[in-house]
């Protein structure tokens, strides 16, 4: 079993910076690829980025490919999506995941409770 829990979200205005940590509870986290998702009003649950166990591999989706990263502290337990030139078409709640590496949400079996991120523009 793990447990997720995203923190860091929040109100920033366009071209800015936000750092999400999603902190892991159980002693299997490194087993897990970790994934980032993120979910606008009406619209579906769609990949951002995925990092395999080691972290030695990162995927990210076309729209975030050079303004974020993701990155993984086993020892912490904790992954992390540094988001940085911000754009208004970010906004929407942020969920990270634990599961195989794959950018399809069904490929995840544990998901945190998401985190608000808002870019005003």
């Known amino acids: 079993q793990v447990q997720l829990v995203e923190s860091g979200g929040g109100l920033v205005q366009a071209g800015g910076s936000l750092r999400l940590s999603c902190a892991a509870s159980?002693?299997?986290?490194?087993?897990?690829?970790m994934g980032w998702f993120r979910q606008a009003p009406g619209k579906e649950r769609e990949f951002v980025a995925n990092i395999n166990w080691s972290g030695a591999t990162t995927y990210y989706a076309d729209s975030v490919k050079g303004r974020f990263t993701i990155s993984r502290g086993n020892a912490k337990n904790t992954v992390y999506l540094q988001m940085n030139s911000l754009k208004p078409e970010d906004t929407a709640v942020y969920y990270c995941?634990?599961?195989?590496?794959?950018?399809?949400?069904?490929?995840?079996?544990?998901w945190g409770q998401g985190t608000q991120v808002t870019v005003s523009s």
């Open positions: 995941a634990a599961g195989r590496l794959s950018g399809n949400p069904l490929a995840y079996n544990y």
């Open positions: 159980g002693r299997t986290f490194g087993n897990y690829a």
